[in-house]
Each structure stands twice: as structure tokens, then as C-alpha cells.
């Protein structure tokens, strides 16, 4: 498995930048890129001794790929290869990723016995096989030169911050970051904060919103009403505290080491539809659907039902080989069509507040789904979920709510923008708060270590994506 959060905080990391820097000061430049990777293959390796071998295949079949493009000048040709790249590419992701799920499908459907490979699925390879796509995608439609250092190449997919659980980064986002970084010690301070930020959201809030939230939701036996409303709103702050934590982590240290990554996450759940959820959740993986599934199908201009139904399809595929994710997937994407063609105008003249409740509302079902890949389990769920053959509550729920009151208040502001509006309103009142920020850099740091110290439930929900 991979490091753990104390060993990657407490000598992974300093010795890293220590390693980064002075090559840096030393004026290496192509030293510097070889630290980044060696430490990102180390780093990927101690989590997947082997498959940081299918990491650096996948980055050389892409690589080679963007330099035929480049010297083909046929179309013939460049598709052809174009056509090598997403073939590779996609059978590389199906075969870790979903041969399990096909063979069992299979066998279920034909009364078939057929034995699926027994392995483990790479960490991140959603994220990365994404990222190496992209970039050939980009170079056969000109967007980009083709990269021709394997060095720089390899940097941009193996880079440690965002590796496993993303954002997905594109080749176009940062090539000039790749190509000349600027390093300064205010970009590095605003990075610290950043990454701070983000694994106070993992430590402080998520971790105690998953606790709560299996505490209720994994003994189905006796699952109430109270129970399955309160578990899934702690797993729906858990899922978002986490994985937008872990966003804001790799774009701190991505600003540290002179790279600017795009924002993932804009407060979702501030959203008024489920349209603008979407624009505001996972955004690198919805801009990646829209630009290389979505508009080449066709966009808004011809077979709209058909691109929404393709794409949601393939967004919960891509979260996971189970049917559950499909279900979780399609769900979205009925929810807007029925959105464009039925409650538009509704949606136009509701209320802030009730539009902010009605999405929140289909969000917390659409947890549900994301939750439980059992069917029997989902099943028992949504029907306490509904109030149908389930009592309304037991002694857990009410006695978890009293005891988490706290925690819940701090999970529903630390969601919104209010914290940092106010703290943008407090220092442009009395600037000399721009103490403020180091100190609650400091505390937030000393916090979660106290925290990491004592606590063994520290999961990240998106490292198996």
C-alpha cells in the first residue's frame, strides 16, 4: 500500500523537496525533472512494486505515439496511429479494470465458469491512462506539438501530487509549466497553505464524517429511516471533504514545485441544479467528457439524448466495474434531460434556497447508488431512504446525531463559500488580519498530525479509481 500519511508528511516529502530544490539552486534543470520522476516512481512503486511498470509502458506507448503524429503528415496515417494510441490505451484500462466484471457478467449470463485474473487494480490508472490519452488526442488535432524529451514527458504522467487520485491534468494545461517553471518562495508559501488546506478538509472533516457515516450505512440488518438520511449525508461531506482535499493537496504542492494545476472543485454543493452540480464537481474529469466524448458526438447541436446517455454511462463506468456505478451514472444523466425538458422554466423562477435543497436532495440519493454495490444492501437503503417497510429511527442515529452535532455544523459551512468570503470581507475591514493565514496554516497542520497520530481510519476514497 502506499505510504502512509505520517511517513510521506514527515520524510517523503521533506526530503523530496530538499532533493528538488537544490538541483534547482544548482541550476540542474534536467536534474530537476529527473528527481521529480524518480521520486514519483518511488513514490507509485511503494504503493505497486509491479505495476509502476504498466505506469511507465503506459507513458512510453503514448509518448512514441505523439512522435509518429507528428512525423506522419497522412491522414490515413494519423489516424491510424491515433487509432493505436486509444486502442492501447482502452484495452490497457479494460483488461486491469473490468475484465473481472465482463468474466463474472458472463458467467452469470451463459452459465459459464469462467476464472478472472486475480489482481489487484493500479492505483490511479483512471487518472493517468486519462492524462496519456489526452495528449495524443491533442496532438492529432494539432492543439500541442508532440513532446520529444521522454524525460519531460514522463514528468508530466508520473508527477507524485496528482498521480493516483487526480485531477486529471492535461498535457495543454501545463506544457509551460513542463517547459520553464518559475520557482519563488511566495508561490511556495501559497502552495504550503493550499496543501495545508486541503489535508485539513481529509483529516479533520472527512475522516470523522466516513467514521460516522459506516457506523450507519454498513449493517443493512438493521437499518432505520433516521439512520440511512443521516449516514448518507455524512458520506456525501465525507466523499466530497476527501476527494477535494486531496484536489487541494496536489495543487499546493503542484504550486510548490512550480506547476499551476486547474481548480477541481467549486463549491457543489452551493449548486441549483443538477446541470450546474456537474460544472462544479470533479470538474477536470466533466470537462474531459465534454471535450473528448461529448462534443465530438455532436454537443447540443444533433442527438442530444443519445451524447447525455453516452457520456453518463461512460462517467460511471469510469468510476468503478460495477453496476451500481452504471445505475449511478444514468441516474445523472436522466436527471438532465429532465432538467432541459421538463422543469426548466420551474428551475428559472424557484427560490435560491429551495433550488439549492433540490439539488442536494437528488445528490444525496445519487450517494446512495455510489455507496452500496451490493443490490440487496442498496435495496434495503433506499427503502429506509423512502420510508417504505422501515422503522424511522433507532438509539444510534439519535445518539450519533447529539454526539456529531458539531461535526455536521462544520461539515455544512465547510462545504459552502462562506468561510472564505468572510475571510476575504474580515481582512479587506482590518488588513492586518493577513496574519491570519500562517497562523491558521500552522494550526491546521498541528491539528491534523495530532490527529493522524491517533487515528487508524484514514482512507481515501479515490485511490482505486
Known amino acids: 500500500m502506499l505510504f502512509s500519511s505520517l511517513t510521506f508528511l514527515c520524510f517523503f516529502l521533506p526530503v523530496f523537496i530538499l532533493c528538488y530544490f537544490g538541483t534547482h539552486r544548482c541550476g540542474l534543470v534536467r536534474a530537476r525533472d529527473l528527481m521529480l520522476v524518480a521520486f514519483s516512481l518511488f513514490f507509485y512503486a511503494w504503493g505497486e512494486p509491479i505495476w509502476v511498470l504498466a505506469l511507465v509502458f503506459s507513458s512510453m506507448w503514448d509518448f512514441f505515439c505523439g512522435l509518429a503524429l507528428e512525423r506522419w503528415f497522412g491522414q490515413r496515417q494519423r489516424l491510424a496511429i491515433l487509432l493505436i494510441s486509444l486502442c492501447g490505451n482502452f484495452g490497457f484500462l479494460f483488461f486491469f479494470k473490468y475484465t473481472g466484471f465482463m468474466v463474472e457478467n458472463l458467467n452469470a449470463l451463459l452459465g459459464l465458469s469462467l476464472r478472472a485474473p486475480a489482481f489487484n487494480l493500479p492505483l490511479g490508472i483512471s487518472f493517468y491512462t486519462f492524462q496519456t490519452l489526452s495528449y495524443t488526442v491533442d496532438v492529432y488535432n494539432s492543439r500541442v506539438k508532440a513532446e520529444r524529451s521522454f524525460l519531460t514527458y514522463l514528468t508530466y504522467v508520473t508527477m507524485f501530487p496528482q498521480l493516483v487520485a487526480g485531477p486529471i491534468i492535461r498535457y495543454t494545461d501545463v506544457v509551460r509549466d513542463l517547459q520553464n517553471r518559475l520557482l519563488s518562495l511566495n508561490a511556495f508559501s501559497q502552495g504550503v497553505s493550499r496543501f495545508t488546506t486541503g489535508l485539513g478538509k481529509k483529516v479533520l472533516l472527512a475522516n470523522p464524517a466516513g467514521a460516522a457515516a ?183 442515529p439519535g445518539s450519533l446525531l447529539s454526539s456529531h452535532l458539531w461535526l455536521l455544523m462544520l461539515l455544512v459551512a465547510g462545504s459552502t463559500s462562506l468561510p472564505r468570503r468572510s475571510m476575504t470581507w474580515l481582512q479587506e475591514k482590518l488588513p492586518r488580519l493577513w496574519v491570519c493565514d500562517p497562523l491558521l496554516t500552522v494550526s491546521t497542520l498541528a491539528l491534523s498530525f495530532i490527529m493522524l497520530l491517533g487515528t487508524t481510519y484514514n482512507p481515501f476514497l479515490y485511490f482505486r479509481f
Not at 506547476?259 to 441549483?272: D, I, M, Q, R, T
Not at 441516474?331 to 429551495?354: D, Q
Not at 446512495?368 to 429511527?393: C, N, V, W
Request: hydrophobic fraction near 50%; charged fraction near 15%.
Open 214 to 396: 459506516n457506523l450507519l450505512l454498513e449493517d443493512t440488518s438493521r437499518m432505520t429511516s433516521a439512520a440511512a438520511w443521516l449516514g448518507i449525508l455524512f458520506f456525501s461531506f465525507q466523499i466530497y471533504f476527501d476527494f477535494s482535499g486531496y484536489s487541494d493537496m496536489a495543487i499546493g504542492l503542484g504550486k510548490m514545485l512550480g506547476f499551476n494545476f486547474l481548480e477541481n472543485f467549486n463549491y457543489p454543493y452551493e449548486s441549483k441544479s443538477v446541470a450546474e452540480f456537474w460544472r462544479r464537481w470533479h470538474i477536470s474529469l466533466g470537462s474531459f467528457f465534454r471535450d473528448y466524448v461529448y462534443i465530438p458526438l455532436g454537443g447540443n447541436r444533433r442527438a442530444y439524448v443519445r451524447n447525455i446517455v453516452v457520456v453518463w454511462f461512460l462517467t460511471g463506468f469510469w468510476h468503478g466495474a460495477s453496476w451500481n456505478f452504471i445505475l449511478w451514472g444514468l441516474y445523472y444523466g436522466c436527471l438532465l434531460l429532465i432538467e432541459r425538458y421538463v422543469i426548466r422554466g420551474l428551475l428559472e423562477r424557484m427560490p435560491s434556497l429551495v433550488a439549492v435543497a433540490y439539488t442536494f436532495l437528488l445528490t444525496l440519493a445519487g450517494w446512495g447508488l455510489f455507496y452500496y454495490t451490493d443490490f440487496t444492501r442498496l435495496s434495503i437503503f433506499f427503502k429506509a431512504f423512502l420510508f417504505i417497510d422501515a422503522p424511522l429511527s433507532s438509539f444510534l
